[in-house]
């Protein structure tokens, strides 16, 4: 079994590549891992797929001088960065810089219900080949998909999804890649770690094997293949 390797927010944005299909971890960009999007923003790779719960938070356009002012936050940084070609999330509406890139058709977008998002991930994860659901039955969200009628209710066939990489952030670590999360970090981040070839997890502390306790492992270290912070 391969070992959990502790590394540099640079060098795991380095294992991202151009055109690849990454998973970030986060919700309003609570347990997305910020060094390692700085970093992936530094190294300026693009045509990203992202797929995350939403776009991050972007900065604001000034009514007056219609310049963009903040800071932009999460997956945000990439948006503003251009190094996105396709999001695919549950909702982008605390990033207007993404917005406008979207409506300027500089930027694709798949938006997902949320429910429906989280299992998908979880299906990519378990080698499952999709699952029926249904929300969205009537809507946009059912077209070009297959509908089935079980028991009198129409649902449709949603598709697992699987990425080149996922990035997702945690509390704690031990040195054997076993994460513990607090409160909402635990969001999105322990389906995408068994929904990529490779996972960086980025934490805030690491800890010698053993020290997290068993009953306290969220995300087993067998599904981590990098660890990013503590001493970093």
């Known amino acids: 079994m391969a070992k959990t390797q502790i590394t540099t927010a640079a060098e795991a944005a380095s294992l991202v590549k151009d055109g690849m299909t990454v998973m970030v971890g986060g919700f309003m960009a609570n347990g997305t891992p910020e060094p390692i999007i700085d970093e992936l923003v530094k190294s300026n790779v693009k045509d990203l797929t992202i797929i995350c719960n939403d776009a991050g938070f972007g900065r604001k356009k ?36 993404f917005g ?35 929300t969205g039955v009537g809507t946009e969200v059912a077209e070009g998909k297959e509908i089935k009628t079980i028991d009198g209710v129409d649902y449709i066939l949603e598709l697992p999804l699987h990425a080149d990489i996922a990035l997702i952030g945690g509390h704690k670590a031990d040195a054997s890649g076993n994460l ?51 001493a970093e």
């Open 62 to 97: 000034d009514k007056e001088t219609g310049e963009w002012k903040g800071k932009a936050r999460g997956v945000g940084k990439l948006v503003e960065n251009g190094q996105v070609k396709k999001l695919i999330a549950s909702h982008v509406g605390l990033n207007p810089e």
């Open 100 to 134: 406008a890139k979207y409506f300027e058709g500089e930027i694709d977008l798949e938006l997902v219900p949320q429910g429906t998002l989280a299992e998908r991930i979880r299906c990519g994860g378990s080698g499952l080949g999709g699952f029926y659901t249904p």
């Open 180 to 230: 513990r999360y607090i409160g909402s970090e635990r969001n999105f981040n322990p389906m995408m770690a068994m929904a990529a070839d490779t996972v960086v997890a980025g934490v805030s502390e690491i800890v010698e094997a053993g020290q997290i306790g068993a009953d306290y492992v969220e995300t087993p270290g067998i599904f981590v293949d990098y660890l990013v912070g503590g």
